[in-house]
């Protein structure tokens, strides 16, 4: 029984965090109406400034953290300005394939630059777990998900109170006519790219803490792909409780009936909630529902 | 625009596919030079032709689907698998002739890539493409996990030669023409679709799905036809795939050759197969280029070693996909015809 409970918060947790870099996904949504394939990526390239600032440069992590998050908000920064802003008036399909372009690109780029080398990640997060009676509950996600709700919060006060966060709104709705309205539809985007590149340099940093970095930690980006889909692209704060849904469900089907069948179903278990999902209710649990007019 | 003097008087002459007769010539040689190929150049080309073939193939689904039709889609490589998979495991178990298990495989594909465009009944936009990369992760959960004696497992399966009234299609010069007889087939079929109700229907929905509803057009049973057509093309190609590597692992069938793929018909031009043909060309020289230079360079910083070529890769694939979307959205194609129409009126502007 301990161990169930324990498998559920474990679970629980690994959602928030699945649900942070789900925040990458939402944001920039939220902010400029293009789904960004990238998220993955981002978070890799803000895996590896963090490792770049501490390993390499040898900062301590009080200077390395502000330092990793200004780099990872100036890598956004430069995607923007360099991809998305020329294509601002063209249809979202070319916003949306130019981030399935940036997929591949920044894949590539991490490998050059860095190339396929396993490296150890900072510990940033203290790697002792915390005990609760039985049950062990590890530090960097516990961590996290305290982080995720904070954030989850602040940032959807933000974009439903604040005036600039409801601007960015309306051009989530429509460009053409937020522009017209006068707001300007370009701030807006790099403002949702550098805040998704720091949130992926955070998610980067609770999921990576004191464990080793490859490229290939930049699955996370798919894997929480569901998460964002199951709260409903537009919905920030609906990111947690999907988030501890889908991670709960993935937990308990790792941890029971993987052994049964023999099989890694905890690892798709996710995609089939987000089909089922999608199905029965395409705008997720609390996505705006749009009226569309010809 | 048609030169002067070419005009359409009937619908038919219209939705001709060969326009003028210099187009037909040039039809003709190109034909020509293909089948004599194999005579004219040495075996390294015709392995590369033999992968232009089939990329060709898919890629013309994929135009399809998303090029007419509008649907993005990043499970191509998925609805390949399938086809590549059923065709190696109904020519490895039954020992069935290729004429018939690359129809099958392209109608498994064609099954799996309608049960994700059926999600169209509900799901609008580009929703529909993240159904098609759960499809991907679908695929190779399936493939991963289900008993390896049905699908391999994680060692691939071996596939048998291709065989016709006892000759055995070996070697790059018999499959290629195996290859190019097929892909002449589906890219001759592809223009009867795109010509038909279904080709202007699937235009319809791109251009404008509410619209279309309006008009009476079924939208979401053309948007789960324009899967169905664009997986069986995959699935066909697929099938090329298994009989020319002779294995089939599903290492081969990841998001990236999806993306490799949708790389080909942007680079080409959406919405025009032709453009899908020139985009196959482009991208698969490159890939060439990439592979041959990419070793030497290994050399030199070696601390890359081999993974410096599908880095190259992916970054000069994505920075083609980026660039063409920023540069030229409308493609290679849309360039030449532009280019074509300024040399017919000149010296005039328009």
Redesign the interface.
């Known amino acids: 029984m301990v161990y169930f409970i324990n498998d559920i918060i474990t679970g629980a947790l690994i959602g928030l965090l699945y649900a942070l870099v789900a925040m990458g996904f939402v944001v920039i949504y939220r902010a400029s109406k293009v789904?960004n394939?990238a998220q993955g990526e981002l978070v890799i390239i803000g895996g590896f400034i963090v490792w770049f600032t501490t390993m390499q440069l040898g900062l301590s992590l009080w200077l390395s953290i502000p330092l990793s998050l200004v780099l990872a908000g100036l890598v956004g920064y430069a995607i923007e300005r360099i991809?998305l802003t020329?294509?601002i008036g063209?249809s979202?399909?070319?916003m949306?394939?130019?981030t399935?372009?940036?997929?591949?690109?920044?894949?590539?780029?991490v490998?050059?630059l860095f190339?396929?080398?396993v490296r150890p990640f900072p510990i940033i997060f203290p790697l002792k777990p915390l005990f609760l009676g039985d049950m062990l509950i590890p530090m960097n996600l516990l961590a996290g998900g305290i982080i995720t709700i904070v954030a989850a919060v602040g940032l959807s006060w933000f974009f439903n109170r604040t005036r600039s966060g409801l601007r960015m709104t309306a051009v989530a709705e429509d460009h053409v006519v937020a522009s017209s309205m006068g707001i300007s539809v370009k701030g807006s985007i790099a403002f949702a790219w550098v805040l998704g590149a720091i949130l992926s340099t955070i998610g980067a940093m609770i999921f990576l803490s004191g464990k080793s970095l490859t490229f290939l930690a930049s699955d996370i980006g798919?894997a929480a792909?569901p998460v964002a889909?199951f709260a409903g692209l537009e919905s920030i704060g609906g990111l947690i409780l999907a988030g501890v849904i889908i991670g709960v469900v993935q937990s308990l089907t790792t941890n029971y009936l993987d052994p049964m069948i023999g099989?890694?179903?905890g690892?798709?278990v996710p995609?089939?909630i987000?089909?089922a999902i999608?199905?029965?209710r395409?705008t997720g649990l609390f996505g705006w529902r749009t009226i569309?007019?010809? | 625009m048609d030169p002067s003097g070419i005009f359409p008087t009937s619908y038919r002459t219209d939705r001709r596919v060969v326009r003028t007769r210099w187009q037909a010539i040039a039809l003709a040689v190109f034909m020509g030079l293909l089948l004599a190929a194999p005579y004219l150049a040495s075996g390294r080309i015709i392995a590369v032709l033999n992968m232009m073939l089939i990329s060709a193939v898919i890629a013309v689904g994929l135009q399809i689907c998303t090029g007419y039709a509008g649907q993005i889609n990043l499970g191509q490589a998925a609805f390949m698998g399938v086809g590549a998979y059923t065709a190696s495991i109904l020519a490895s178990k039954t020992g069935m002739s290729f004429l018939l298990t690359i129809p099958l495989a392209g109608f498994a594909a064609a099954l799996f890539g309608f049960l994700f465009g059926l999600t169209a009944a509900r799901i609008k936009g580009f929703y529909l493409a993240l159904t098609t990369i759960a499809a991907q992760f679908l695929f190779h959960f399936a493939v991963l996990n289900l008993p390896s004696s049905w699908m391999g497992g994680s060692n691939g399966i071996t596939v048998p030669p291709a065989e016709l009234f006892g000759f055995r299609i070996v070697g790059e010069t018999s499959q290629f023409y195996m290859n190019l007889a097929v892909a002449t087939i589906m890219i001759a079929g592809a223009f009867g679709i795109i010509r038909s109700r279904f080709g202007r229907a699937f235009v319809a929905v791109r251009d404008d799905d509410v619209a279309a509803g309006i008009m009476g057009i079924n939208v979401a049973a053309t948007k789960a036809n324009a899967f169905l057509i664009g997986a069986f093309y995959a699935g066909v190609g697929g099938a090329l795939w298994a009989y020319l590597i002779r294995f089939v692992g599903v290492d081969q069938f990841t998001l990236f050759n999806s993306i490799f793929f949708i790389a080909m018909i942007i680079v080409g031009g959406m919405g025009s197969i032709v453009g899908a043909l020139v985009g196959v060309f482009v991208i698969r020289v490159i890939q060439e280029v990439i592979a041959t230079v990419g070793p030497n360079i290994a050399d030199s910083v070696s601390f890359l070693g081999g993974d410096i070529v599908f880095a190259g890769m992916n970054v000069i694939l994505g920075g083609v996909i980026a660039g063409s979307m920023i540069l030229e959205p409308k493609g290679l194609m849309h360039r030449w015809n532009i280019l074509k129409s300024s040399f017919r009126i000149w010296p005039f502007p328009y």
């Open positions: 789904f394939f991809f020329k294509l063209e979202v399909f070319s949306v394939m130019v399935v372009g940036l997929l591949i690109l920044l894949r590539g780029l490998l050059l190339g396929p080398a798919f792909l889909l099989g890694s179903l690892s798709v995609y089939i987000m089909l999608l199905l029965i395409p569309e007019r010809v």
